[in-house]
C-alpha cells in the first residue's frame, strides 16, 4: 500500500509557472507507476501525464491540453513525483490528484491510490 501526499498547488497569474510534489511513503516507491489527474469545478476527472517503468525503460504520456507545457518526473530516492506546469491558463483550473498503481496500463484510467489533492487556481 501507498499514502501520497500533494504540495505546491497555490494561486497564480495566466502564464506563470508551477510545480507541483508528490511525497509517498513506502520502501517500493519505485515499483509504482505514478499519474496526475485533475479535477474542474462542474467536471469530471481527467488524466493529465503518467510516467512508467517498463522494460524498454521510463516512459510519460501526457494529455493532449498540456503537452509541452507540463512535465511529470520522479525521484525514487526522495519517493516524490513532481508535475512542473508552465504556461499556465486559466483552464488549468482544478485540483490535482496524484496518483499510484503497480499496473502501468491501469495508472492511466483508474489506479489504485489517489492523494487528497490540491488545489490550483490560474486567474487570467
Known amino acids: 500500500q501507498v499514502h501520497l501526499v500533494e504540495s505546491g498547488g497555490g494561486l497564480v497569474q495566466a502564464g506563470s509557472s508551477l510545480r507541483l510534489s508528490c511525497a509517498a511513503s513506502?520502501?517500493?516507491?519505485?515499483?509504482?507507476?505514478m499519474a496526475w489527474f485533475r479535477q474542474a469545478p462542474g467536471k469530471e476527472r481527467e488524466f493529465v501525464a503518467r510516467i512508467t517503468w517498463t522494460w524498454t525503460g521510463t516512459n510519460t504520456d501526457y494529455a493532449e491540453a498540456v503537452k509541452g507545457r507540463f512535465t511529470i518526473s520522479r525521484d525514487n530516492a526522495k519517493n516524490t513525483v513532481y508535475l512542473q506546469m508552465i504556461s499556465l491558463k486559466p483552464e488549468d483550473t482544478a485540483v490535482y490528484y496524484c496518483?499510484?498503481?503497480?499496473?502501468?496500463?491501469?495508472?492511466?484510467?483508474?489506479?489504485?491510490?489517489w492523494g487528497q489533492g490540491t488545489q490550483v487556481t490560474v486567474s487570467s
Open positions: 496518483a499510484a498503481d503497480l499496473d502501468s496500463l491501469r495508472i492511466g484510467y483508474n489506479p489504485t491510490y
Open positions: 513506502g520502501r517500493t516507491f519505485s515499483s509504482y507507476s
